[in-house]
């Protein structure tokens, strides 16, 4: 009976463990991703490995809440594809209120099966520029802007958005408020939602057109919703990736090497210089970067060196400042739609310029100073005879509190202040301390 009844019991368990995972089974899962800043190649990275999730794992929906000033169109293009080629709707969700997605995010929010925003937040702004900051030619100029808005054109028209708002984002750099975009006939975007759970409760038995013409209908009833983050590496290369860090990086790694080469083996400065390069350069292989404003900062940095050993009256140290302000501000808008405040950009350069001429005049002042430690550090001490010294017999004097093997060319007697001339090996050879042709020197210390 015992026995009976322990089998009903585990039969029962599984039937209820079996019944829970139906349950947990048959439940609608939604991925959302967020994203707040840049778009780059680490970005991409991060949106489109969500979308293979997404597929992988038979999810019903994925989210992506974006919140960016723009980024590369390459990036760009490398989400909208994914995003088009997505086995489940993609929702692009403009949030929270007060968020925007400029230039970059309203490209990828027209290449969305869905696009919703927040009250209060805006899009558009997508005109191209170059992605180094450097003044284009005209033509070329108005070729990029033409091939992107009809890169626009086509998606807005695949997704039976307003076509010609679109491609006024482009050409006229025109932005639209959450009402704007709503209201525009056709519309810009599907829905106006103020959360999350509101934007999935909305969609919930709504129909929605895929890109390849396709109708799903969304069963979100119950849905499971899963977060997913970026991973470590993904978090801190993206960081890297944004240009103001990118040219920190490039500042404090020429500081430190600097520091280290007017006073070797200081260690810290070098290695830590050494780092921040490294990391410098591998950013820039994320980001353009502008190679008129980096050879500016390169240039600054050299003309700040040359100030402290040229005399030139502060002229190089002027145009180095300069130098490095402008390449500065050049390098740190290298991506559209990303701008360094000058807040931040001028307390960096003048902190650089005034800590490579203050470090740099104190080093080479220090280099300057005659030695005062080992053989070299002997040469001009006085000391006193302690026994006869000739030129052809060594004596002996006492030299800081030691007894030296010493000879002279002249003779001096035992007790005589004698000034070191040079020294080879042990032996010392001095001079007579009151030497009229050595008078306003240093005198004798005891």
């Given at each position: 009976m015992a026995r009976l009844i322990s089998w009903a019991a585990v039969w029962a368990f599984l039937v209820l463990a079996t019944g829970l995972a139906q349950a947990q089974a048959s439940r609608p899962v939604v991925l959302v991703a967020e994203l707040d800043g840049i778009i780059h190649p680490i970005s991409a990275e991060y949106l489109t490995d969500v979308v293979d999730r997404g597929d992988t794992s038979g999810a019903a929906l994925v989210v992506f809440i974006l919140r960016t000033p723009g980024g590369l169109l390459e990036s760009t293009q490398?989400?909208?594809?994914?995003?088009?080629?997505?086995?489940?709707?993609?929702v692009v969700f403009v949030a929270p209120s007060g968020?925007?997605?400029?230039?970059?995010?309203?490209?990828?929010?027209m290449g969305a099966d869905v696009v919703a925003m927040a009250p209060g937040t805006h899009m558009g702004a997508a005109h191209p520029?170059?992605?180094?900051g450097e003044t284009t030619d005209p033509t070329v100029s108005e070729k990029a802007a033409s091939d992107a808005a009809a890169y626009v054109r086509a998606l807005a028209e695949a997704r039976k958005r307003n076509v010609m708002?679109?491609?006024e984002a482009v050409l006229k750099s025109r932005a639209f408020t959450d009402v704007e975009a709503r209201q525009a006939s056709p519309p810009l975007i599907d829905l106006?939602?103020?959360?999350l759970e509101a934007l999935l409760a909305q969609l919930d038995h709504r129909t929605v057109a895929r890109f390849?013409?396709?109708a799903v209908t969304l069963s979100l009833a119950d849905a499971e919703v899963r977060h997913i983050e970026m991973t470590w590496r993904q978090r801190?290369?993206?960081?890297?990736?944004h240009p103001q860090i990118a040219y920190l990086l490039l500042t404090l790694g020429m500081l430190g090497l600097t520091v280290e080469l007017w006073n070797p083996g200081s260690i810290f400065p070098g290695v830590a210089g050494g780092l921040c390069l490294l990391l410098a350069f591998f950013a820039f292989q994320i980001v353009p970067v502008n190679t008129a404003g980096l050879l500016l900062v390169i240039f600054g940095m050299a003309l700040l060196i040359l100030e402290i050993k040229v005399p030139s009256f502060g002229v190089l140290g002027f145009g180095g400042t300069l130098s490095l302000l402008i390449g500065?501000?050049?390098?740190?808008?290298?991506?559209?739609?990303?701008a360094s405040s000058l807040r931040v950009i001028l307390p960096v350069v003048i902190a650089t310029a005034g800590i490579v001429l203050f470090l740099g005049r104190l080093a080479l002042k220090a280099q300057r100073q005659p030695p005062v430690t080992g053989k070299e550090g002997l040469v001009g001490a006085v000391g006193r005879t302690r026994t006869d010294v000739n030129p052809d017999r060594p004596g002996q004097i006492d030299l800081r509190g030691e007894i030296w093997r010493a000879v002279s060319r002249t003779p001096i007697a035992a007790g005589h202040p004698v000034r070191v001339r040079s020294n080879e090996g042990l032996t010392l050879l001095v001079e007579p301390a009151d030497d009229p042709s050595r008078k306003g020197e240093d005198a004798w210390k005891a």
């Open positions: 490398t989400i909208v594809s994914r995003m088009i080629t997505s086995r489940a709707p993609v968020a925007r997605a400029a230039s970059a995010g309203f490209v990828i929010a520029v170059s992605g180094t708002l679109a491609e106006v939602a103020p959360n390849d013409g396709r801190f290369l993206g960081g890297l990736a500065s501000i050049m390098m740190t808008r290298s991506v559209p739609g990303v």
